[in-house]
């Protein structure tokens, strides 16, 4: 009698073993997925402030292409190198062709590893010409070398986007540097 008392003991350690890893691995894997909801909410929501920001700088660069010297408008906009933890690239695109007044363009931003994407839809009356950039300092110049007059963005830095007139050498440049 007391052999099987014995394997019964052992019998149920085991399958309150069993029981216990079960549990905690449905728990794992539940808190897992949630988790991974959350940081994509994150990367969601940083991506709409960064675009917000960049949209801003946008406008500031049209409003005064429009006015002034239009060899001299260079805005610099300080956007995050990373959200979340993550790189990510902004492209723009033409919804509406700069024929038509205001010329409208989608601004999508991209995070590289959880491949969240937002859009935003922007109107300008100077074109914006259609490119893709990595996040991080970020410069508004107007091109005034084609036919029509564009805005451009592209890469930079501090230093050489706040210039309030560009370099001769990165006049015909998409990197500013």
């Known amino acids: 009698m007391t052999r099987d008392r014995a394997v019964s003991i052992t019998v149920n350690y085991v399958i309150a073993l069993a ?6 691995s449905g728990l794992l894997i539940g808190a897992g997925g949630y988790v991974e909801d959350q940081r994509e909410a994150v990367v969601r929501e940083e991506l709409r402030v960064v675009g917000e920001q960049l949209v801003a700088g946008i406008d500031d660069a049209d409003r005064l292409s429009r006015v002034g010297d239009p060899g001299a408008v260079r805005v610099g906009i300080d ?5 979340a933890g993550e790189t ?6 033409e919804v ?6 205001p010329s409208r363009h989608d601004l999508t931003l991209r995070s590289s590893r959880t491949d969240v994407s937002i859009t935003l839809t922007i109107s300008t009356l100077v074109d914006l010409e259609e490119t893709s950039v990595t996040g991080g300092w970020t410069a508004v110049r107007l091109d005034t070398g084609g036919a029509a007059h564009a805005l451009v963005l592209a890469e930079g830095n501090a230093s050489s986007t706040l210039a309030l007139t560009a ?4 006049l015909g440049r998409e990197t500013l540097g």
């Open 96 to 101: 509406r062709p700069s024929g038509s007044n």
């Open 79 to 83: 956007l995050p190198e990373r959200v």
């Open 19 to 24: 029981i216990t890893a079960v549990l905690i």
């Open 167 to 170: 370099p001769e050498a990165d």
């Open 88 to 93: 990510y690239l902004i492209e723009v695109t």
